[in-house]
């Protein structure tokens, strides 16, 4: 069974999830190339070996039909609408661009995500494909736990990105043109913040803060901070800093300048927005679970993949 501690957001996994009758894991990816035809190979073999039920996003398994050997009773899903209600994990195989898009899939389902590292950084995707093998055994003996990941979420304008009006990461406001800064004026919970003369803006949760508001010069939060981080990109006052707010706010964005559109971004979704439409952003009422192996932690994470501590002289 699955046990929540709410002050940390922490949920550990307190029994194998091989004592259930039929364990069903879903696999997600976006792109496959001849180098990672050994590692996906051993994924689905260590699965089947496990007597793991799987579904397949049918995309990906387009391109893997042709040089993985699947099991013959294998399913299917392509949208949020025919994804099992019995899936009890889901495999992530990618970057942290494919997590990010497992976003539409999984939704408000609290399906918990695992994601497998093809590529080189990968915050999110936390799993080297060199260690799938040990990754699955874990997961057969229940030794993980899973972090809830806070959402946020676009409050107004409604319908800009349809129903998929949420991010992992971070919404960004930019300047549509490049020959003008523009000006954004923040509010959180109604009080006047800044008006901040930039490129853009940046809200990133805590797992935005390793992303595009890090490279802005933003703080690292740990995963299960309750905040936003407000960071300006390319601000031109260089007294302005980024500023860390609750994630109980409400942020309102009020964009003026010489052009009539700019451009808006959830996680890999844009879309132009008229200056005369202000933005309402809140924490969604859900989050994302995020599978985290034993031995694992963030502060580990984060040395290892910005080579903290580093010395080039040793």
């Not at 894991?25 to 001849?34: R, T, V, Y």
Request: glycine letters at 6%; proline letters at 4%.
């Amino acid at each position: 069974m699955l046990k929540a501690n709410s002050s940390t957001g922490l949920i550990r996994n307190l029994a194998s999830i091989a004592q259930c009758n039929t364990m069903k894991i879903a696999l997600f990816g976006k792109n496959f190339d001849e180098q990672r035809v050994p590692f996906v190979k051993i994924m689905v073999e260590t699965l089947r070996q496990n007597h793991v039920d799987l579904v397949v996003y049918k995309p990906y398994f387009d391109m893997l039909k042709s040089e993985i050997d699947l099991p013959a009773n294998i399913g299917f899903f392509s949208s949020h609408d025919d994804i099992d209600e019995d899936v009890k994990m889901l495999f992530s195989i990618g970057g942290d661009g494919t997590l990010l898009d497992v976003l539409p899939i999984i939704r408000e389902t609290g399906i918990p995500v695992l994601g497998i590292n093809m590529g080189r950084l990968g915050f999110l995707s936390s799993v080297s494909k060199q260690n799938i093998e040990q990754a699955i055994s874990f997961i057969i003996q229940g030794r993980y736990s899973l972090i809830n990941r806070s959402l946020l979420q676009l409050e107004s304008p409604v319908g800009l990105f349809a129903d998929l009006n949420y991010a992992l990461n971070e919404l960004t406001v930019f300047r549509k043109e490049t020959t003008s800064l523009i000006v954004i004026n923040v509010f959180v919970d109604d009080a006047f913040v800044n008006a901040y003369w930039a490129d853009g803006l940046i809200i990133a949760t805590p797992t935005g803060s390793t992303a595009y508001s890090l490279s802005a010069g933003g703080p690292i939060l740990v995963p299960t901070a309750e905040n936003f981080v407000i960071t300006p990109i390319a601000t031109h006052n260089l007294s302005v800093r980024p500023i860390v707010i609750s994630d109980k706010s409400i942020i309102r964005l009020k964009v003026v300048g010489r052009h009539d559109k700019y451009t808006v971004s959830m996680d890999s979704r844009s879309a132009l927005i008229d200056q005369s439409v202000d933005i309402v952003i809140k924490k969604a009422d859900f989050g994302v679970k995020l599978v985290n192996m034993e031995g694992q932690d963030f502060f580990g994470t984060i040395r290892e993949k910005l080579l903290w501590g580093l010395d080039i002289r040793n």
